[in-house]
């Protein structure tokens, strides 16, 4: 199986990371990534520790290979994340944010931190910071993410991190992605969207089905989305997500006024709580272009692993030859 040096920092097989999804049950997803050899997340979001700790528990129960916890500055809760260290996952992940002091607790318990960025400044932050891995985040991404394309994100990090492995995200649901990733110099690709179409992951039918039939242009940034979600925490923190569109998104990109915080919002809370949610805000990335069924996540990442392999492969044929590899898109 392609594997980069990142694989040995975290201790997994393959170059690819399942993105956590705030606060929707991921526990048999996460499982099924991480015995697949890639590295499983779970989220923290909106969730009280003991919920959190049994989340921990089952998913240990399931599987023995290294996995990471999410956390966000939409808020940061802090009996959280001291809950997160004291059960020293493999990795904290973190995003919206660069939190220096965080790192350095998450680094005095032995736990590798997987810092998220959507900027060059934020890249530095987090160079500076410690961070052990850069998760360069572009705007395609589903979830909360930047503006800055992928595409250009991801060389600027590479370049501004030395020695720190970069990992690519968003826009990336097949092995031609995470090829690509690796061309521009980083080390695997972080997916979110391609999992939510997995049938592992409890998001609903009509979630996933929304996604294998969506077209990129169909994932639209949800704007003015304070007046639903929780305020960010942390100094620095920004972000707008990105969601497939429905009544609710539709309105508050185009009248924001007509939503009432005061309803919408425990609306959304008790939703997400009770697993569903995607009614009103179904985060999705432009990769939803490029997925066209659901499968097993075991079978997403050999695919993945797979394809880019052999997209690698032809590529470095063609280079020496001096040729256009046939089967490889875009070759020269």
Same mark, same amino acid.
């Given at each position: 199986?392609?594997?980069?040096?990142?694989?040995?920092?975290?201790?997994?097989? %393959?170059?690819?990371?399942?993105?956590? !999804?705030?606060?929707?049950?991921?526990?048999?997803?996460?499982?099924?990534?991480?015995?697949?050899?890639?590295?499983?997340?779970?989220?923290?979001?909106?969730?009280?520790?003991?919920?959190?700790?049994?989340?921990?528990?089952?998913?240990?129960? !399931?599987?023995?290979?290294?996995?990471?916890?999410?956390?966000?500055?939409?808020?940061?809760?802090?009996?959280? !994340?001291?809950?997160?260290?004291?059960?020293?996952?493999?990795?904290?992940?973190? #995003?919206?944010?660069?939190?220096?002091?965080?790192?350095?607790?998450?680094?005095?318990?032995?736990?590798?931190?997987?810092?998220?960025?959507?900027?060059?400044?934020?890249?530095?932050?987090?160079?500076?910071?410690?961070?052990?891995?850069?998760?360069?985040?572009?705007?395609? %991404?589903?979830? +909360?993410?930047?503006?800055?394309?992928?595409?250009?994100?991801?060389?600027?990090?590479?370049?501004?991190?030395?020695?720190?492995? $970069?990992?690519?995200? =968003?826009?990336?649901?097949?092995?031609? =992605?995470?090829?690509?990733?690796?061309?521009?110099?980083?080390?695997?690709?972080?997916? =979110?969207?391609? !999992?939510?179409?997995?049938?592992?992951?409890?998001?609903?039918?009509?979630?996933?089905?929304?996604?294998?039939?969506?077209?990129?242009?169909?994932?639209?940034?949800?704007?003015?989305?304070?007046?639903?979600?929780?305020?960010?925490?942390?100094?620095?923190?920004?972000?707008?997500?990105?969601?497939?569109?429905?009544?609710? $998104?539709?309105?508050?990109?185009? +009248?924001?006024?007509?939503?009432?915080?005061?309803?919408?919002?425990?609306?959304?809370?008790?939703?997400?709580?009770?697993?569903?949610?995607?009614?009103?805000?179904?985060?999705?990335?432009?990769?939803?272009?490029? @997925? #066209?069924?659901?499968?097993?996540?075991?079978?997403?990442?050999?695919?993945?692993?797979?394809?880019?392999?052999? @997209?690698?492969?032809?590529?470095?044929?063609?280079?020496?030859?001096?040729?256009?590899?046939?089967?490889?898109?875009?070759?020269?």
């Amino acid at each position: 199986m392609l594997h980069t040096p990142v694989c040995d920092l975290l201790g997994i097989d %393959a170059p690819l990371i399942c993105a956590p !999804f705030g606060p929707w049950e991921e526990v048999g997803l996460a499982a099924a990534v991480c015995e697949a050899g890639a590295l499983g997340s779970l989220g923290t979001a909106v969730r009280t520790v003991p919920a959190l700790q049994e989340q921990w528990s089952e998913l240990r129960r !399931f599987t023995d290979r290294p996995f990471a916890i999410n956390h966000t500055a939409r808020p940061l809760d802090e009996d959280a !994340f001291q809950a997160t260290v004291e059960a020293r996952p493999a990795a904290i992940s973190f #995003h919206l944010s660069v939190p220096a002091d965080l790192i350095e607790r998450a680094h005095e318990a032995g736990i590798l931190w997987i810092q998220q960025v959507m900027d060059s400044e934020q890249a530095a932050q987090a160079i500076d910071a410690g961070a052990d891995v850069l998760v360069a985040q572009g705007g395609e %991404a589903g979830g +909360h993410g930047g503006d800055v394309s992928t595409m250009v994100l991801v060389p600027q990090v590479v370049d501004m991190a030395g020695d720190t492995p $970069v990992i690519a995200a =968003g826009g990336i649901a097949d092995g031609r =992605g995470l090829a690509a990733a690796l061309t521009l110099g980083a080390q695997g690709a972080a997916m =979110g969207t391609r !999992f939510l179409a997995s049938a592992e992951m409890s998001a609903s039918d009509a979630w996933k089905d929304r996604i294998v039939a969506a077209d990129a242009r169909d994932a639209v940034k949800a704007t003015n989305s304070e007046r639903i979600l929780p305020p960010y925490t942390e100094p620095g923190s920004y972000g707008v997500p990105r969601s497939l569109r429905t009544a609710l $998104v539709d309105t508050l990109r185009e +009248h924001p006024d007509e939503v009432d915080p005061a309803d919408a919002v425990p609306r959304l809370m008790e939703a997400i709580r009770g697993g569903r949610g995607d009614e009103y805000l179904p985060f999705t990335g432009q990769s939803a272009g490029l @997925v #066209h069924e659901i499968l097993p996540a075991g079978e997403i990442v050999r695919r993945v692993a797979e394809e880019a392999e052999h @997209v690698l492969a032809g590529e470095a044929i063609a280079h020496a030859l001096g040729v256009r590899a046939p089967g490889v898109p875009g070759s020269r």
